[in-house]
């Protein structure tokens, strides 16, 4: 009897163990900093999202040729909808795939996760040896690495990103095509009728409104209502169609921001904020100003972005914001030109100040694949992987295979895609219908330089990189940017959305307030300070993102 009951203990202690492991089977997958060195396993399991367009992955050609190339099969367990729900459902139920791919899961998440042994450190197999591709990426891109490695020091998730910058139309310089989301403009018809010059300071373009306004162009030179001008109509922190740009003339331009608005980062690493410094108070006071004169659209707090191009484009606004010059005032494009970055009001320490705080660039995501404790052979499926990481292969990948969203080459070799007529011609639908029809969903990395060796990126994109880097970098004085790829703790997140809101929300509220209705007094400005001190948590925000800039300078080696 002692002999059955011991019996049925072990017995129940190795069910236990096992369940631990989460799938239930064997594994030899530790976090430790190892390599499983088993490479038996061919057939894998891998679940995760598609599009909605897309009919699956089982027969798609590239995916397939992939696998051939490494002697694997995957079994795809794809879904547009409920894709969260259903990875949730077999995390907590310990019936895991070998791999998730296009989950998406947030840096908590990969942390969790990997922490309790759900998802592999990757870092160990991120070797020349079984990543060629990826890890000559990651040594040539140091920034990227930084971004997918966890506040722990490991890699639970592929990365994936699309890169959009200058050196991918052959520039020296690589700038985002974000970095000045803002492109200001000004109708010349309007100021060449008037005898007036571009601007070049905020005085000068104060008076050049004041003239716009005066003399009613819109109906002047438009035959518009009588007083239906309007001198200069944005939205209010938006985009890349607020008043932002602006406030260049006095050091610095406040964009909405991807991590935190108002973050600064400054050229000795350390990070401030923007708005609570004396040349952000002295904007707020002096734009009030043109909000009281009637120079600026008394519906800018309130408008949307389809209002303001309803009022662009039917030529009632002598300056706006936006992204292209085109798409903003349609028909009557052709009268505007850039504004460019005006320098700061006269008689003030601001005289000649022309300072763009420019923008970062789009995330890198750092969980586009992550692999189970129950995979057998990590390094079979990491080299099926690996091969996503080129050029060609991501373009597959992104548009279709060769043959459709890219069926011919230029003299350089690059690949020309398809246009809009041809793909309605041959396949029924549109380009973007086709793209979202083959793409497949996962680790992907297009890189600026697949612009110039591998294939064509797309017109309008030219057109504003080439804006960006001619016209407006010349004139940014720092390129310093707070990355949005910074890694925060857990421990940080909860300090980010204990506070993050509230912040942004206290500045926001506070700065549409004094541009509409005029201040701070310094009554106002003492007690504005202190709220976002004692209420809003501007220090601990401060002491989380420099603490995640600095892991993230640190990781970078």
């Known amino acids: 009897m002692f002999k059955k009951l011991t019996a049925l203990l072990l017995a129940l202690v190795m069910v236990l163990a096992l369940a631990a492991c989460g799938g239930g089977g064997e594994t030899a997958n530790v976090n430790d900093g190892t390599v499983n060195e088993n490479t038996d396993q061919t057939e894998f399991t891998v679940m995760g999202g598609q599009s909605s367009l897309s009919p699956g992955y089982?027969?798609?050609?590239?995916?397939?040729?992939?696998?051939?190339?490494?002697?694997?099969?995957?079994?795809w367990d794809t879904m547009s909808e409920s894709l969260g729900e259903q990875v949730n459902i077999r995390i907590a139920g310990?019936?895991?795939?070998?791999?998730?791919?296009?989950?998406?899961?947030?840096?908590?998440?990969?942390?969790?996760?990997?922490?309790?042994?759900?998802?592999?450190?990757?870092?160990?197999?991120?070797?020349?040896?079984?990543?060629?591709?990826?890890s000559k990426i990651l040594e040539e891109h140091p920034n990227i690495k930084a971004a997918i490695t966890m506040a722990d020091?490991?890699?639970?998730?592929l990365p994936a990103a699309e890169q959009m910058g200058t050196a991918g139309i052959g520039k020296e310089e690589d700038y985002s095509i974000y970095s000045v989301p803002q492109f200001s403009m000004i109708n010349k018809a309007w100021l060449d009728d008037l005898g007036l010059e571009v601007p070049t300071s905020l005085d000068e373009l104060h008076d050049v409104l004041v003239a716009f306004k005066e003399?009613?162009?819109?109906?002047?030179?438009?035959?518009?209502?009588?007083?239906?001008?309007?001198?200069?109509?944005?939205?209010?922190?938006?985009w890349c169609w607020g008043q932002n740009i602006f406030y260049a003339g006095f050091g610095f331009t406040n964009w909405p921001n991807d991590v935190i608005n108002d973050l600064l980062l400054n050229s000795d690493g350390t990070v401030s904020f923007e708005c609570v410094s004396d040349r952000y108070r002295d904007a707020v006071t002096y734009f009030h100003d043109w909000y009281a004169e009637g120079l600026m659209d008394v519906e800018m707090f309130s408008q949307d972005n389809t209002q303001l191009i309803a009022k662009c484009s039917q030529g009632y606004v002598g300056v706006s914001t936006w992204w292209y010059i085109e798409e903003l005032m349609g028909d009557y494009a052709d009268d505007y030109v850039f504004l460019p970055i005006l320098t700061g009001p006269k008689g003030t320490e601001y005289e000649g100040t022309s300072g763009v705080t420019i923008r970062t660039g789009g995330a890198t995501n750092s969980a586009q694949l992550s692999i189970t404790a129950d995979c057998q052979s990590p390094i079979n499926l990491l080299k099926f992987y690996d091969q996503w990481y080129t050029g060609e292969a991501v373009m597959q990948l992104q548009y279709g295979p060769i043959g459709v969203y890219f069926n011919e080459q230029d003299e350089n070799g690059i690949w020309q895609s398809i246009t809009e007529e041809e793909s309605q011609e041959r396949f029924g639908k549109g380009a973007g219908e086709l793209k979202s029809t083959y793409e497949v969903?996962?680790?992907?990395?297009?890189?600026?330089?697949?612009?110039?060796?591998t294939f064509a990126m797309e017109d309008r994109a030219i057109e504003r990189l080439?804006?960006?880097?001619?016209?407006?970098?010349?004139?940014?004085?720092?390129t310093t940017v707070y990355p949005?790829?910074?890694?925060?703790?857990?421990?940080?997140?909860?300090?980010?959305?204990?506070?993050?809101?509230?912040?942004?929300?206290a500045v926001s509220e506070q700065e549409g307030l004094w541009l509409r209705d005029g201040g701070p007094d310094d009554a106002e400005w003492d007690a504005y300070v202190a709220h976002l001190t004692e209420s809003c948590g501007m220090q601990e925000l401060l002491d989380v993102y420099q603490a995640a800039y600095d892991r993230y300078v640190a990781a970078q080696g």
């Open 441 to 453: 969903a996962g680790p992907k990395l297009i890189l600026s330089e697949y612009y110039t060796d």
């Open 215 to 238: 003399n009613d162009m819109a109906a002047k030179m438009y035959g518009a209502a009588p007083g239906s001008t309007i001198p200069m109509s944005t939205g209010f922190d938006q």
């Open 94 to 134: 310990g019936d895991w795939p070998d791999a998730f791919q296009g989950v998406g899961f947030s840096n908590y998440d990969l942390m969790k996760y990997g922490a309790d042994g759900t998802f592999l450190d990757l870092t160990p197999y991120i070797t020349p040896e079984i990543m060629p591709n990826l």
């Open 58 to 75: 089982t027969d798609n050609e590239v995916l397939n040729e992939m696998m051939d190339n490494v002697g694997i099969h995957i079994t």
């Open 484 to 505: 949005m790829d910074c890694v925060f703790t857990q421990e940080e997140i909860d300090v980010i959305d204990l506070y993050k809101s509230d912040f942004e929300s």
């Open 153 to 157: 020091g490991k890699i639970y998730g």
């Open 466 to 478: 080439t804006d960006l880097y001619d016209f407006w970098m010349p004139q940014v004085q720092d």
